[in-house]
């Protein structure tokens, strides 16, 4: 059974304190999806609560599975 198409409101905020780029994706008001490091050429997404690790080409794909993870395992 497939759940009820909504839509989830983000921002994506780059961490300064940091030596490799780094985003942070968070949903306004109430916590952090998750982060993004930029490695090697690849970008990789790490799950704010469970800690699981995603790699995508680009910045954007990242996004995406990040916030695809969160919708399906994490709300």
Do not use: C, Q
Not at 5 to 34: C, H, L, M
């Amino acid at each position: 059974m497939s759940k009820k198409p909504e839509n989830i409101n983000i921002e994506i905020n780059e961490v300064k304190d940091k030596e490799i780029p780094t985003w942070e994706v968070v949903i306004p008001n109430k916590k952090s999806i998750g982060l993004i490091e930029k490695i090697d050429g690849r970008y990789r997404a790490t799950t704010g609560k469970t800690s699981n690790v995603l790699y995508a080409k680009t910045l954007e794909s990242s996004v995406n599975d990040l916030l695809s993870y969160f919708a399906l395992h994490e709300k």
